[in-house]
C-alpha cells in the first residue's frame, strides 16, 4: 500500500518564475491538503482540497493556487516567485469520509530553494 | 485566531530519563488534538490525536498525552525516553468545524544514549 507521494524531491528556482509541485494521496483517501513548512518552523496550512474544490485556505497570497484531479492527486502551483517562498512543501491525505475527525498521512515532501 | 504554542524549542535528556514537552493552544472552541513526530531523514508521522472521550490518549512507542480543557493544554509525555526516541515532535491543533490544522514550531529531542 502506497503511502502519500510528492514529487519533485528537489527544485530550484530563481526569483518571478512559476512552480508546480505534485501529489499522490495515500490509497482511498480523497483529501488532500498543503503545507509550507519553513526552516526552523512547524508547517504552515495552504489549503485543502476535496471533490476538486478548494473548501479551505490559509492565509496565504493568491499567488498559491492548486487543482485537485478526478483521480484524488493534487498540484500545487506557486506564481511569482519569492526568495520567502524558499521553504519545504508538504503535501497530507486523508480519507475525507470521516469527516472533520479526518487523520492525516503526510508525504516526504518537496524541498523548493527560490535564488 | 488560532495559534499553538511548544514551550521548549531544544531539549536534550539521557536515556531513561522521563519527557514531558508542554504545548498549548489559543482557541475557545471544540478541537481535535495531534502530536506528530519527524524522526531524523523521515516524513511526519502521526504520534496520537484527540477526538473526544478520554483526555489521556496514549500513542505509539510508549507515548501519551493529557487534554487539559481549562488549561487549553495536550502535554506530551514518555516515561522513559531511549536514544531511537531523537526526533522534532510537532504540536497540532484543528478546529472541530474546519479542516485547517495549525501546528506549533517544534520542539527538537535529542537522548542521548
Known amino acids: 500500500d502506497a503511502g502519500v507521494t510528492q514529487s519533485p524531491t528537489h527544485l530550484i528556482k530563481t526569483r518571478g518564475q512559476q512552480v508546480t509541485l505534485r501529489c499522490s494521496p495515500k490509497?482511498?483517501?480523497?483529501?488532500v491538503s498543503w503545507y509550507q513548512q519553513a526552516l526552523g518552523q512547524g508547517p504552515q496550512f495552504i489549503f485543502q482540497?476535496?471533490?476538486?474544490?478548494?473548501?479551505q485556505r490559509g492565509n496565504f497570497p493568491d499567488r498559491f493556487s492548486g487543482h485537485q484531479f478526478p483521480n484524488y492527486s493534487s498540484e500545487l502551483n506557486v506564481n511569482a516567485l519569492l526568495l520567502g517562498d524558499s521553504a519545504l512543501y508538504l503535501c497530507?491525505?486523508?480519507?475525507?469520509?470521516?469527516?472533520?475527525?479526518?487523520?492525516?498521512?503526510f508525504g516526504p515532501g518537496t524541498r523548493l530553494t527560490v535564488l | 485566531a488560532q495559534s499553538v504554542s511548544q514551550h521548549n524549542h531544544h531539549v536534550i535528556l539521557s536515556e531513561a530519563a522521563s519527557l514531558e514537552l508542554g504545548c498549548n493552544y489559543s482557541?475557545?472552541?471544540?478541537?481535535?488534538l495531534f502530536w506528530y513526530v519527524q524522526y531524523p531523514g523521515q516524513h511526519l508521522q502521526l504520534l496520537l490525536k484527540y477526538f473526544s472521550g478520554d483526555p489521556l490518549v496514549k500513542g505509539i512507542k510508549g507515548f501519551e498525552a493529557e487534554f487539559i480543557k481549562s488549561k487549553f493544554s495536550f502535554n506530551l509525555r514518555k516515561p522513559s525516553v531511549q536514544w531511537s526516541d531523537t526526533a522534532e515532535y510537532f504540536c497540532?491543533?484543528?478546529?472541530?468545524?474546519?479542516?485547517?490544522?495549525?501546528f506549533g514550531a517544534g520542539t527538537r529531542l535529542f537522548v542521548k544514549a
Open positions: 482540497y476535496y471533490e476538486e474544490e478548494e473548501r
Open positions: 497530507a491525505s486523508s480519507p475525507g469520509t470521516s469527516g472533520r475527525r479526518d487523520t492525516q498521512y
Open positions: 482557541y475557545g472552541g471544540t478541537v481535535n
Open positions: 490509497s482511498g483517501h480523497d483529501t
Open positions: 497540532a491543533v484543528k478546529d472541530t468545524g474546519g479542516f485547517k490544522t495549525i
